[in-house]
């Protein structure tokens, strides 16, 4: 349902997925902080990037089939799958206290974040009109950040204060409190399909949605670096005297919230592009910052520009990749977008892991690593500008 008119974006329906977004956002990543030395303690040190990597690739490997279901069976039903995924794994941490076990469950909250943004997102679009999208994208991804670093600050707080255990349950109850507010969420598809096999039935184009190719690459590549900052970041912060692990993820998070409404209201007028240009150029002196950063002041520097570089991402990729599909194919699209998004997020985790070897000396190489994706990403978008000011020749 594409809504065209000039009604405003702040209705009910809105603020309740807005607040639903937060809190499935902080149940899982209130949990990103203490898991890497929480599967050391477990001796799998050496498998710390597959906390980040298997959580990427499930989600990477269910995101054709929420887009898919997005446009069949509905959008609050895909949403409310991601959230109790999550509801069901909080329980089950506290069970899963050795490494295989533990990464298996890993692979498995995974689904949550395939399932839950895709209908989100195609939910903002149906209920926003399309000359304001990108910034209720911007919004929206106001409410998701709140939670990124709200999460990880108190989930902090929460395991040193009381258990690891008293976290697990914790970020259960925010994914069960997610579900509730869905449930008074009026479905938005008009034209919905039974639930059957058929649904299920993939083929390449649910996969891969070749209208949005270019918001699509520039997703994966920027992406990498995330991967990296989440994987690496809980090390980086114990080496450079900062003991709140989330500390770094607030700083981030809210210089992200604050630059995405400007980013996105930006996006509207100015166009996605230009806009995309901007968020990969702060990225990669983000990333260069961080890698090289030998004190909590310039560690911390480099997280408020990593948050102001995903403020701008986020929310315009999100909205370009919106503004080239169709009512009938929105789910898709969107399931696309972010397919790229966590294969660069993936692969980010397991690069990065791997050339930081647990050895404090790599992390420059590592982060510089990183930029040089986020370089590549910055290039192409300049290549994309480029060719959409070209002439038309006429034969």
């Known amino acids: 349902m594409q809504n ?10 809105f603020w309740l997925l807005g607040l639903s977004s937060f809190l499935f956002s902080s149940s899982f990543n209130m949990l990103i902080p203490e898991l890497p030395s929480y599967l050391s303690a477990m001796g799998g040190a050496e498998y710390k990037g597959y906390i980040i990597g298997l959580f990427t690739l499930t989600a990477g490997l269910s995101r054709p089939f929420s887009g898919r279901l997005t446009d069949r069976i509905g959008r609050v039903p895909v949403m ?9 794994c909080g329980f089950l941490y506290p069970v899963f206290t050795t490494v295989m076990p533990f990464l ?12 839950k943004p895709t ?11 399309a000359n304001r999208r990108g910034e209720a994208m911007g919004i929206h991804g106001m409410c998701m950040g709140l939670g990124s670093a709200f999460g990880p600050a108190v989930g902090s707080m929460i395991s040193q ?9 914790t970020s259960s109850m925010f994914a069960l409190l ?13 034209v919905k399909e039974p639930l059957s096999i058929k649904a299920f039935q993939i083929t390449w184009r649910d996969i891969f949605e ?5 918001p699509a690459f520039v997703t994966f590549l920027a992406y990498f670096g995330y991967g990296a900052v989440v994987t690496l970041v809980p090390d980086f912060s114990g080496y450079v005297g900062l003991q709140n692990r989330g500390v770094y993820f607030m700083v981030f998070t809210l210089f992200s919230i604050l630059i995405r409404l400007a980013a996105g209201k930006i996006s509207d007028k100015h166009g996605r592009i230009p806009v995309t240009i901007a968020g990969c150029s702060i990225l990669i002196l983000a990333l260069i910052i961080t890698g090289y950063a030998s004190s909590v002041t310039t560690f911390l520097i480099g997280a408020a520009f990593f948050g102001a570089s995903m403020g701008i991402l986020s929310p315009v990729l999100s909205a370009w990749t919106v503004d080239l599909s169709g009512d009938l194919n929105r789910g898709r699209a969107l399931a696309t977008m972010f397919i790229c998004l966590e294969a660069g997020i993936g692969l980010g985790a397991f690069l990065s892991a791997a050339l930081f070897a647990n050895k404090r000396e790599n992390l420059p190489f590592v982060f510089l690593c990183m930029a040089g994706f986020a370089g590549a990403a910055l290039i192409y978008s300049i290549f994309i500008q480029q060719y959409k000011k070209r002439p038309t020749r006429v034969i």
């Open 4 to 13: 065209t008119s000039s009604q405003g974006i702040f209705t009910t329906q």
């Open 80 to 88: 409310a799958v991601g959230s109790i995924v999550c509801f069901v």
């Open 104 to 115: 298996l469950l890993r692979l498995v909250h995974g689904f949550s974040t395939g399932f």
């Open 119 to 129: 209908g989100t997102s195609a939910y903002v679009a149906d209920i926003v009109p």
């Open 161 to 169: 204060s009381f258990s690891l255990n008293a976290l697990f349950y």
């Open 178 to 190: 997610s579900i509730v507010i869905l449930l008074n969420m009026k479905e938005t598809l008009k």
């Open 210 to 214: 070749p209208d949005v190719f270019n």
